[in-house]
């Protein structure tokens, strides 16, 4: 969006009003002339207070935060597997990171000993090894050093701790792994930064270890609703996981983060669902009215909860746009810095829509007789 024409103005009006302010040698070079130096300088170091895209987030703490996510971030419905319908996004993480997400999910398995980033089965969606994923999300934090990014691994094989902590120190992004302090409660953003701990890592059924003690086991500090929402009436604020939690309200003063998930599945039959894209463009609305859309929901358990979600999960995040909820909640709407779109984002969704395909066409699927085979083996909904 172009800045209207006076913000234009009073923004020029104040960086010339800030330069004419600074000390002459500033402004000058050692022969007296102007250069460029001073208002570049100003402009780094507005950029430099903004933290996770506004510098109103850097005195909240981690968990005032909502953290937009991508929901199974890894697997994308896009020329890199032939518009695989199991696909759940249209732009790779980094974009996603890019555009303003801060969390990224995922699922792994193991692949001949390699963890492996594969949808339900490596034959339907193999994404490739985890290490190379997580060493283009290190690449991205080192240019980026004023953002805090999530990460959730589903760990479809329950492989363990060790194997997790290999892999992230062969990428590199162990060093930006945030340890929690005992009882003292999430840090401010700012504090994360500053102290170069800016990644927070949850695995979904680890053990904790002390050799790796930034890989946090999920439950022990989210819980999340319902995941297996097949209709756009489905979406509801109920704890579905941990079960031990309790109820939302319990596991809130227990200290545990909400995350919301809101994406939906076409079922295909009983036991074969794919992500729905159909709906996509109301699933991820930012309306708190409609029916089904993002804004509602998250203002529905955000009523109930009496607190906002911390992490939300949607597919295809480019369609609403999501983040427009996140910032709504975030109270920083229109406001934000830094951010790219990428081409194309919240386009129509011709790209091989799962409401328009034929199932019997395996070319459509965009994938292999083998993977449907497997796929259709599975029997199970596409986490
Ligand atoms: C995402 O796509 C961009 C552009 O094609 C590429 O540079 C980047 O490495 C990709 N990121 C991931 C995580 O694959
Ligand atoms: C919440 O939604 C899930 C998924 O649609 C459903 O299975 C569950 O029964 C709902 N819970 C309540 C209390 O409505």
Redesign the pocket.
Known sequence: MLPSLPSLVASLALLTSTAYSLPRNVLSGDDGRLTLSAPSSIIMSKRDTACNNSPALCSKSYSQVTHMGAHD??FLRDS?TDNSIAGNQY?????ALDAGLRLLQAQVHNKNGVIELCHTTCDLLD?GPLA??LA??K??MDANPNEVVTLLLVNGDNQDAAAFGDVFTKSGLDKYGYVPTGSSGWPTLQSMISSNKRLVTFIASVEASAAHPYLLPEFAHVFETAYEVTSLAGFNCTLDRPQAAGAATAALQAGLLPLMNHFSYQALSSAIMFPNVGDIDTTNSPSTSTPGALGLHAQTCQTQWGSKPVFVLVDFWDHGPALETADKLNGIEGKTTGRLT?AGAGGSNKKNSAGSTNVGTVANLGMGRAALVAFFMAAVMLF
Request: no cysteine.
């Open positions: 971030a890894a890199s732009f790779n993480a980094t974009l994404a190379d994923w283009t999300i690449g991205w990428p």
